[in-house]
């Protein structure tokens, strides 16, 4: 995870909210929630945190850890507060809990973040695996503070222990720091799991090389994580020189069918985003797919989990500050969950998971068109754009908070772009776009200001037709082509307003446009 130095913010809380003991509050405590979440790309709910402390755990979700064990998919993040009190530290571990990753309950906090002198002032990321009947969580202790830097690594990996996945007690006498040759300013987001090749349990490591700054996931391997013990081994992956990476962070390695995948996320090159790896041995070598996007980066430090059956990569959709459509991108969002899927030459693809898409059951009738341009016809669900010589445009009545949007689109031309619009004015000059762009190879969002803003390659063929499914939720907003890409978007007022279909350079058809919302 990339942390913002936020230490030494001023608290605003009380400004926000005046609360006392006696004030009334919605469910958990500190230690739990229990509170049925009806969103789909879920943020932790407004709901009071212990009586004594001025703390909301209303806020955002960061760093996502998933863990399925006995049908459930627990899935811990870090917690990003809406409202940080002054000397506290940040990013304590929450949870959310789900059967099925369409309906979730918020859990509270699990691990809370230490005091000022502590490695855990704030918390980043980490994993859980269970070894007999207890389940360890190894996670980032992070404390940047002068006072503490000045005898300690500013980072290092920690541990906490549960025998039911609810009560977590740091374990204080375990504490890994960068060893000889990696820097221990950046030495973050353990990853552990059992390593059959090895027979041992390995744990990787985002660091870089001291001297030289070169990102690597390092390996450390144990036989018996109940001894503490855990020894330093070469790294299992280090950035190209093509690459050249500054960090490899929320590092997850996983077998599917005949090859391992290797996943890290990446936030400093030109481009950022989740990418990952493949091999046919987990000890490599690992080749970069032409490829290695698992979404655009505007989902970011995806991790996996599977059910046994399947398996899905969790992120998060990053939000804006300030909060509207030319903001800047800032740190933690909304929770964006997709299934991976193996091509037959083994690279991945994303779709939406099933049980969300059967969330959206419920037909709209017929798309309400708001106005059009000369350039387009319309039959029966169909649109013509000609939009060759001069931009074709349809605009629909907005949709409301939850949708899915479901069209197949054709283009007739080797050029130009056709696609989605959102958060349309009355005058149609002023949207987000996402297009398909076949000479460039991509999927591409661009702002209002017409800046792009993330992009995912697709390469698009004409007179071909092509599966679009977009969900829809608030702000956020994830497409999908085909049932192997995805494109995670962050479109303010996209609810509210009226959306429709763009078609610049390019003639293109859309037919069986549909629009369901949930019963």
Request: aromatic residues 14%; contains cysteine.
């Amino acid at each position: 995870m990339k942390y913002r130095n936020i230490i030494t913010i001023a608290s605003i809380f009380f400004s926000l909210v005046s609360c006392s003991q006696d004030d009334t509050y919605v469910g958990g405590s500190i230690s739990g929630g229990n509170s049925e979440i009806t969103s789909i790309f879920p943020v932790p709910p407004s709901q009071w945190m212990g009586a004594n402390d001025p703390y909301y755990s209303a806020g955002y979700t960061g760093d996502i850890m998933p863990f399925f064990d006995s049908g459930k998919f627990h899935i811990y993040f870090l917690h990003d507060a809406q409202n940080k009190p002054a000397g506290k530290g940040f990013h304590d571990i929450h949870e959310y809990l789900s059967t099925d990753l369409a309906h979730f309950t918020y859990e509270g906090q699990m691990i809370p973040y230490g005091k000022t002198a502590d490695p855990d002032f704030a918390i980043g990321t980490g994993s859980v695996i269970k070894v007999g009947n207890l389940y360890y969580f190894y996670y980032t202790g992070h404390n940047e503070t002068l006072a503490f830097v000045q005898s300690n690594a500013r980072e290092s990996v920690l541990c906490a222990t549960s025998s039911d996945l609810k009560n977590w007690t740091k374990v204080s006498s375990f504490k890994i720091t960068a060893p000889a040759g990696y820097y221990n300013y950046d030495f973050r987001d353990p990853h552990v799991f059992y390593n059959e090749e090895l027979k041992k349990y390995s744990m990787l490591v985002s660091t870089q090389t001291e001297p030289g700054r070169k990102a690597v996931l390092l390996h450390f391997t144990s036989a018996d994580p109940a001894s503490g013990k855990w020894d330093v081994q070469t790294p299992i992956y280090t950035t190209t020189p093509q690459d050249n990476y500054l960090m490899m962070e929320c590092a997850d390695i996983f077998k599917m069918g005949n090859y391992w995948y290797l996943i890290f996320s990446e936030n400093w090159s030109a481009d950022k985003g989740t990418h990952y790896r493949m091999a046919n041995s987990i000890n490599g070598p690992w080749i970069k797919p032409q490829n290695d996007k698992v979404d655009g980066e505007y989902f970011y430090a995806g991790k996996t989990a599977s059910d046994g059956n399947k398996r899905y990569v969790f992120g998060w959709n990053a939000r804006k500050t300030p909060e509207k459509d030319l903001g800047n991108k800032d740190w933690a969002g909304n929770m964006v969950i997709h299934e991976l899927i193996q091509n037959t030459d083994g690279t991945l693809g994303t779709q939406a998971p099933q049980s969300v898409k059967d969330l959206f059951s419920k037909k709209s009738g017929n798309v309400e068109v708001d106005a059009m341009t000369a350039n387009v016809t319309a039959n029966n669900g169909t649109y013509a754009l000609s939009g060759t010589t001069e931009k074709a445009m349809v605009t629909f009545k907005a949709t409301g908070k939850k949708a899915k949007i479901k069209a197949e689109v054709t283009f007739s031309n080797d050029a130009g772009t056709t696609g989605f619009i959102f958060n349309t004015n009355d005058a149609g000059g002023s949207y987000y776009k996402i297009v398909f762009d076949i000479a460039k190879g991509k999927v591409i969002g661009y702002n209002s200001a017409s800046q792009e803003v993330t992009r995912m390659p697709f390469q698009f063929q004409k007179s071909m037709k092509y599966n679009i499914e977009i969900i829809t939720e608030g702000s956020v907003v994830v497409v999908y082509i085909n049932g192997i890409a995805a494109l995670t978007n962050r479109i303010y007022g996209r609810d509210q307003n009226k959306w429709g279909l763009i078609a610049e350079g390019q003639n293109s058809t859309f037919s069986n446009l549909q629009i369901t919302t949930p019963e």
